[in-house]
Structure formats: structure tokens, C-alpha cells
């Protein structure tokens, strides 16, 4: 695992990659473009979530908190795009998925009897 100083300057390089994301069409393309450039996009939070309502009309769907303080945001769009973003405690947002196809599943309690 690289340490967080390398991996926030391999994302400092990813930003100017972001302007290019401007010209992707399709969410398979966005994750072929984070692949490629070896790790995430990272932004401003808002300019991030306004690029991705604007583009795919993708908006927050779900959120989590993470153990070391990161929020994790899952993204989606009627249309079934759907976008992963994990912003740190220090403010930086990072697409880390994206992807087509998504489908809500109806919540169910497991079936899980300890024994």
C-alpha cells in the first residue's frame, strides 16, 4: 500500500486528467480512465458532484462513514449509471468507481439464527 503522500501526489497528476473527464460519455469510460491513470480523480466535492449531475444527472443515493473518517458516497442516476466517491477527513473527493446498470434491491432481514 503506498503512503498517503504518494497517493495524494499520483491524484494531484489525476486532477488535470479531470478536465478531460469532461469529454467521457460514458461511466465505463470514466472507470477506464481512473484505471488508466492508476488511481482515482480527485476534486472539490462540489465540483465533482456538479460534473456528475450535470453529465449523467447522477445524484448522492447513499452514504457511509468510514473507521478512518472518510465519507463514502454512492451516486446514481434513473438511467442506471452509478458513481463511488470517497471524500478524506481533509477535504479531498476522489471518484473511485463508476459503472452502468445499477438496480436497487428491497432491503430483507437476513436469515441468520446464532447458534
Not at 23 to 36: E, R
Not at 53 to 67: D, N, V
Not at 81 to 107: F, K, N, S, V
Request: some cysteine; hydrophobic content about 40%.
Amino acid at each position: 500500500m503506498k503512503p498517503l503522500t504518494q497517493t495524494l501526489s499520483a491524484s494531484i497528476v489525476a486532477i488535470t486528467a479531470l478536465a478531460a473527464s469532461l469529454s467521457i460519455t460514458t461511466p465505463t469510460q470514466a472507470q477506464q480512465m481512473v484505471q488508466a491513470q492508476g488511481g482515482p480523480i480527485c476534486g472539490s466535492r462540489t465540483s465533482l458532484l456538479g460534473q456528475l449531475q450535470g453529465k449523467y444527472s447522477e445524484m448522492p443515493k447513499s452514504m457511509g462513514l468510514a473507521a478512518n473518517g472518510s465519507v463514502l458516497e454512492i451516486l446514481t442516476a434513473i438511467s442506471g449509471t452509478w458513481t463511488i466517491l470517497l471524500t478524506t477527513p481533509g477535504g479531498i473527493t476522489c471518484l473511485i468507481a463508476a459503472g452502468e446498470h445499477w438496480e436497487e434491491m428491497e432491503q430483507k432481514k437476513a436469515d441468520y439464527t446464532p447458534s
